[in-house]
């Protein structure tokens, strides 16, 4: 898992993030950002996709609410 943390979510997502998910062939990557509240289409989707799959194929922005909920 690749972790980007961001205060802010004003700019769009990173290709640097995308690039080393594809080289390290790593199964999931977020850029969680602290301006963005919680939500839970946020939070249906990582328990659909991170938890159930366990991958996705593109990194995704999360509020660090929705994120730090994965890890309860």
Do not use: R
């Amino acid at each position: 898992m690749l972790i980007e943390v961001k205060s802010s979510s004003k700019n769009s997502l990173g290709k640097s993030l995308q690039k080393y998910k594809e080289t390290l062939k790593c199964p999931l990557a977020f850029q969680v950002v602290f301006d963005l509240p919680g939500n839970n289409q946020a939070n249906e989707w990582l328990v659909t996709h991170a938890v159930e799959k366990g991958q996705c194929d593109q990194a995704v922005i999360l509020p660090v609410s929705s994120f730090l909920s994965l890890l309860v």
